[in-house]
Structures are given as C-alpha cells and as structure tokens.
C-alpha cells in the first residue's frame, strides 16, 4: 500500500514557476514508477510527465517539455514536478501517481495509487 500527499500548488503569474511535491509512505516507494497527470474543470486526465523507479528514464506530454521537470528523491520517499514558464493552459489540478511495474507510463490505467491532488491556477 502506498499513500500519495501532493503539495506546492497555487496561483501564480504566466510566466512563473512552482515545483509540486509528492511525498509518499511505505517502504515500496523505491520500487513505483511516479506519474504526474492533470485534469482542468470539463476536460480528461491528462498525462504531464513520469520518472521510473531509479530516476534513470523521464517520460514528459509534448505540450511541457522544455519547461517542466520531473524528479525524486527516493531517500526521501518523494517525487517533484518542476514547472517553469508556466501558462494558463497549464491551469489544472495536479495529481501524482505511483505504477508498480516500475517503468513509467502515460496511461493512467497503469497506476494503482493516487494522491489526492493540488490546484495550481496560472493567471494571465
């Protein structure tokens, strides 16, 4: 079992950066992929980014490469997503994931654990 507590979200300015966290429980961690994915207000989820169990393969959506950036920290048992250049498109809840395959995936079936997201509004 895994338990997923996002933080980090907010309002922000276009043009401005926020780093979400994602700090997990178990001693499991080490051995889950980590997902970020997205979900605005009448829109799907949406795949952001993922990072295999060693932090050694990084998956990103087309429309956040070259401004986002995911990372861990498996001493500390937590994930982050480094967002810069942030727009209003960007607007959305936030919510982080754990795959226990270990490799990463852009489909949110490949996920079994889900933490219980955080807001991150970008203002024009």
């Known amino acids: 079992q895994v338990q997923l507590v996002e933080s980090g979200g907010g309002l922000v300015q276009a043009g401005g950066s926020l780093r979400l966290s994602c700090a997990a429980s178990g001693r499991t961690f080490s051995t889950y992929a980590m997902g970020w994915f997205r979900q605005a207000p009448g829109k799907e989820r949406e795949f952001v980014a993922a990072?295999?169990?060693?932090?050694?393969?990084?998956y990103y959506t087309n429309s956040v490469k070259g401004r986002f950036t995911i990372s861990r920290d498996n001493a500390k048992n937590t994930v982050y997503l480094q967002m810069n250049s942030l727009k209003p498109e960007d607007t959305a809840g936030y919510y982080c994931?754990?795959?226990?395959?270990?490799?990463?995936?852009?489909?949110?079936?490949?996920?079994?654990?889900w933490g219980q997201g955080t807001q991150v509004t970008v203002s024009s």
């Open positions: 990072i295999s169990w060693s932090g050694g393969s990084t």
């Open positions: 994931a754990a795959d226990p395959t270990g490799w990463g995936s852009r489909e949110w079936s490949q996920y079994d654990y």
